[in-house]
């Protein structure tokens, strides 16, 4: 799978079948990508505007972070899917079964990893369109916002994935700090959206 490469009709026709991948874990990278092209598209229609021409170097190192960002969420998605395949196919296996013992920690691993890069990423989006209320084409401010809110609900997705994950831990220092590292993102992020949204 790969979401860069499908059509939208064809990414939803997927989502929609009877299988588990792609799911949410995909879609919370998609949002995060989502996110940042709309951020993007807020920074196209402010450059070149006398208005603005203080904040142009903000402007390009924001277009800069951005453009990566949305390459990286939708890698974070692929990944997601992958991640969890690998882990569903040694589910089917018998606890007992060398292969699953030998493989079982590393894909755990992974799976929580991965959404929470994305949770991560998510936040420094968040950060990033912060910085550009006030500054950006005021006629679309409610782009900047829907981008906002876009990478809440990326942090808010992947973190369900975190946890379903995490209840798989057997290492409970690991799983406390773990799961205080999500606490601490999501409250981040509703944070910075909340403050974005009253900004705005």
């Known amino acids: 799978m790969d979401l860069g490469s499908q059509t939208l009709n064809e990414l939803l026709a997927s989502l929609a079948e ?13 949002l995060a990508a989502l996110s940042t092209s709309l951020g993007q598209m807020v920074l196209a229609y402010t450059k070149g505007k006398k208005k603005y021409t203080e904040h142009e170097t903000l402007h390009n190192d924001c277009i800069s972070f951005l453009k990566k960002a ?3 969420a939708l890698l974070l998605g692929n990944s997601d899917a992958e991640a969890y395949e690998e882990l569903n196919a ?10 699953r013992i030998a493989k079982w920690d ?15 990423l ?20 409610s782009d900047l916002l829907i981008a906002a809110i876009l990478a809440e609900a990326a942090a808010r997705s992947a973190r369900l994935n975190v946890e379903i994950n995490l209840n798989q831990m057997d290492d409970g220092d690991a799983l406390n700090t773990l799961r205080g590292k999500t606490t601490d993102l999501i409250a981040s ?12």
């Open 122 to 141: 998510s936040e420094r989006v968040l950060v990033t369109l912060q910085t550009l209320v006030g500054k950006t084409n005021a006629m679309l401010v």
């Open 18 to 30: 009877k299988k588990p991948t792609p799911g949410g874990g995909a879609v919370a990278g998609l």
């Open 106 to 120: 590393g894909a755990l691993k992974q799976a929580i990893h991965v959404p929470l890069r994305t949770m991560e």
């Open 189 to 200: 992020c509703k944070s910075l959206c909340s403050s974005i949204e009253n900004d705005c």
């Open 90 to 99: 040694l589910w089917k296996l018998d606890a007992d079964d060398p292969k």
């Open 70 to 72: 949305s390459e990286e």
